[in-house]
């Protein structure tokens, strides 16, 4: 009888120890998502670059070559350029990176993620992306001037149907 209430006192103290545990680790440490005067600068797209060539036609020599089920008279390539994308604030650059298509050939879309906090106020925000290395620089751009409050999360994507830059 002492050892059986001696056993289930044990219990009910490591119990209590352990949703004393679970309590406090619920609430503390505090967890800030930005410092006192940030916002939040969110880049995220999954878009697929160009073609990094146009088709050709093929040669009746070339087509000779191939198995009969392979004779298409062009041939098209299947890899995709990377993407490139750079992000300026009040004409200082913040990010600058070079994505790389998906896929064993490169012929996915390439997919971007990024997070920079920012200081809250008046900014100008200018986002350029290249999806063709057969054009040099960019060859789509956007920019915004924007009022930025703290805790703010503004989001940077990548929608061709929407004209290509979309910063909201």
């Given at each position: 009888m002492a050892n059986t209430v001696l056993r289930y006192g044990g219990q009910a103290i490591l119990y209590l120890l352990f949703a004393a545990f679970v309590g406090y680790f619920s609430t503390a440490p505090?967890?800030?998502h930005l410092a006192p005067g940030e916002a939040l600068l969110r880049l995220s797209f999954r878009h697929p670059?160009?073609?990094?060539?146009?088709?050709?036609?093929?040669?009746?020599?070339?087509?000779?070559?191939?198995?009969p089920q392979?004779?298409?008279?062009?041939?098209?390539?299947?890899?995709?350029s990377p993407v490139h994308v750079r992000v300026e604030l009040d004409g200082k650059v913040l990010y600058d990176e070079t994505f790389?298509?998906?896929g064993?050939?490169?012929d996915g879309a390439a997919s971007g993620?990024?997070?920079l906090p920012i200081p809250a106020?008046?900014?100008?925000?200018r986002v350029q992306f290249n999806d063709d290395i057969r054009v040099k620089g960019f060859n789509h751009e956007g920019e915004r001037q924007m009022k930025v409050v703290p805790g703010?999360?503004?989001l940077i994507d990548f929608i061709p149907d929407q004209g290509g830059v979309v910063i909201r």
């Open positions: 505090a967890y800030q670059g160009q073609l990094t060539t146009d088709c050709r036609p093929r040669s009746a020599e070339e087509l000779a070559k191939l198995p392979l004779r298409a008279q062009m041939e098209c390539p299947r890899e995709r790389q298509p998906a064993l050939r490169r993620y990024h997070r106020g008046d900014h100008v925000l703010q999360v503004v």
